[in-house]
């Protein structure tokens, strides 16, 4: 028995099927005795029609009005996952976030949560009922309706767990939980038990979408422990905390992909001050998202970058350093390649034991898999290969960490 | 220049290109320098989806569930309307229910307005803006949202019109005003410039379906002079108000015709007291309205009880009364009539008018209209005929008061 916040995405309450099934769920918990408290986002496709409704009347909608519109998905989930409760004769009553007591602040459309004050929440739980609060979606100071953007529900779930001290925190969603790998490329990857806050945003930073990276800071931030598991079955998920000791016995917790990079080198770069920030400044301002950066100084004495980016923006890239490229002399050339794979290996045991760039580079090596780009944090190490190799190199980083097996 | 408050129906923001022409309608008023507070419903059909959405995961859908789904409706319609108006240039901003300060009691479903709060669409108003609010909604004491039922956007538009203290209250329906007689039966028929309150309501009772009576109520309650026009064009619509002297000089302001009512007889009635409370129980506890009630001593010194009703409701009210038959002695017995229609005249200038029933029944004589069952109010004689004689009647009596003549 204990105090549990579960929160369901758009998918799991996506058909009235699928909102009778989480109704099931929830009963199965609360006839074992615990107090529930379930944030539930709106009814898959439902946000998407919104937009479009707002786009039949505005060529630009303004975003203190389609906070009013889209918070409508939301409110009408609550109510419907509380009707499909009471059916089943479990008490249940349903909040808004207002009602939740969620204040935010910011911009509409992408409000973040300041406080929650969860005492309408505390008082139905002490009443015994299960609490079916709105995710996405709180007011400001002024009274007005703001929504959290993209990954709001999670966001709203950790809240209201932080906020009434939950024993635990289910994110529940269309995946198991967090692999040491993608199962489809990699077929022996194992779920994970347990991954630490920082080593979840390192994956998710490198493509392992299981939740938005905001959400795992702020459940950080606030020191709410959680796991994501699947809506669809009763097996346990990952749980996701706070790192501590025994964790750092695992050297890798996991190893991820992106596909789809390209690579822009500039060479021949005069080695003088203010050159970086330059080629730089014209790529953030064409809002080119750029991912590695190499930058060193060649034998000929000019200097010379690199950096990665998503193959769809290379040809704005281009576009945005031809300028730039001019005024760096006479000596400065463009180069660029497509077709790159990005593969990382994460995990906070790396911090304590060396050698692990070693062992990634002798197995990619004996599996002749060329590394181009490197580039290192704290707990990550990634490097870039031919896109043709990546599914074998993350295959053989994996079995040569022996990520198939679970640590003793 | 003034401040109006207009509301729009259902069916006025029915479709994309119907929230465009209110918008359009809007900004012209705005555009003449008008504050304007505009009440909306849920688009055309919204309500009764939302109904079968909760349907389909409750067999009896809990209200204080159904208040928090269907209050999505209005909102739902608030940021279109207030984005169509964004679109056009003109500043608008819109409120919930909660937000436009209704606070409301009662039941959910239908919970009635208690007081409004109108300090945020003043300064929104005072500020220069177009304030769209939803109607049929508000929330109670505790902060749950409620709606108000049948009508309740009317009752919206008339609360913000007094919290406001608009010059002008716009009720905007699919109806032109109120007529002398349905056009469709009377072609003559005139559209009253003006009406009193307890005209309306008389006029509704029997069927003429403008507004819901409880919204007029509502608005005599607290004195708010307002309009029903068409949201179609811009004709000036009729100005329902409380009476005024010269009100009087008009001894007939409409006729009304009600078809399908049937009419139960019990004769027979032994003439001690309680019998007609036993009758009368028996009907209110099938849930029977019972509209004209004649009873009288027949030369036999049996009683008899006549009842009008609804057609739809005559075998239940038959089930209904056969066991108290029983009980009433072996005279009793129970007939009944259907294809009965109903024809009123109302008007307030009848309290000062003598002869207006004796004028009626003359009309009605000369066209060989036979009437059977009378009953009379202040201000309204209604009489039953021949549902086939029905349109008949209304024409000669519209003709016989000259309803179809401006009063001069």
Redesign the interface.
């Known amino acids: 028995m204990g105090l549990i916040v579960q929160k369901y995405g758009g998918t799991s309450v996506g058909s ?1 099927d699928r ?2 099934s989480v ?1 099931q769920r929830v009963k199965a918990l609360h006839d074992a005795g615990n107090q529930i408290a379930v944030v539930v986002s709106a009814m898959g496709g439902v946000t998407d029609k ?1 937009i479009a ?2 786009r ?4 630009d ?2 975003e ?3 906070d ?2 889209l ?2 998905g939301e ?2 989930s ?3 996952v ?3 409760l ?2 089943l004769g479990v008490p249940t ?2 909040l ?1 976030g ?2 939740a007591g969620l204040r935010t602040s910011g911009s509409h459309t992408r409000a973040r949560i300041d406080t929650i004050d969860a005492s ?1 929440t505390r008082k139905y739980l002490d009443a015994g009922q299960v609490v079916i609060v709105a995710g996405f979606q709180g007011v400001n100071e002024e ?3 703001q929504t959290l953007g993209r990954g709001g529900s999670d966001l709203s779930a950790i809240a209201v767990a932080a906020s009434v001290d939950a024993d635990v925190c289910q994110i529940l969603t269309d995946v198991d939980g967090v692999y040491t790998a993608d199962p489809r490329v990699v077929p022996d990857a194992r779920k994970l038990p347990e991954i630490s806050y920082d080593e979840l945003l390192e994956l998710a930073s490198v493509g392992t979408k299981v939740m938005q990276s905001r959400s795992v800071e702020f459940a950080k931030k606030f020191g709410v422990k959680f796991e994501v598991r699947s809506s669809l079955n009763n097996n346990p998920g990952t749980i996701v905390t706070e790192e501590h000791g025994s964790m750092e016995s695992v050297v890798i917790r996991g190893v991820s992909i992106e596909r789809s990079q390209a690579r822009v080198t500039i060479i021949g770069i005069p080695d003088e001050p203010g050159m970086s920030a330059r080629i730089l400044s014209a790529l953030a301002e064409a809002e080119i998202n750029i991912d590695m950066i190499i930058s060193n100084i060649a034998h000929d004495g000019f200097a010379r970058h690199s950096f990665t980016m998503h193959t769809n923006d290379l040809g704005r890239a281009q576009a945005a350093l031809k300028p730039v490229l001019n005024t760096l002399g006479s000596a400065a050339q463009l180069e660029s390649e497509a077709g790159i794979g990005k593969l990382s290996v994460v995990g906070i045991g790396m911090r304590s034991h060396s050698g692990v760039a070693a062992q990634m580079f002798t197995a990619l090596g004996a599996a002749g898999i060329n590394i181009g780009m490197i580039s290192t944090s704290e707990i990550k190490i990634s490097v870039t290969v031919d896109e043709t190799r990546i599914e074998d190199a993350a295959r053989v980083v994996h079995a040569a960490f022996d990520l198939d097996k679970a640590p003793s």
């Open positions: 009235f909102i009778r109704a919104l409704m707002a039949e009347v505005s060529s909608p303004p203190r009005e389609m009013v519109l918070s409508t409110q009408q609550i109510a419907l509380t009707m499909a009471l059916e009553v349903s808004t207002r009602q309408l009274g007005l309706i």
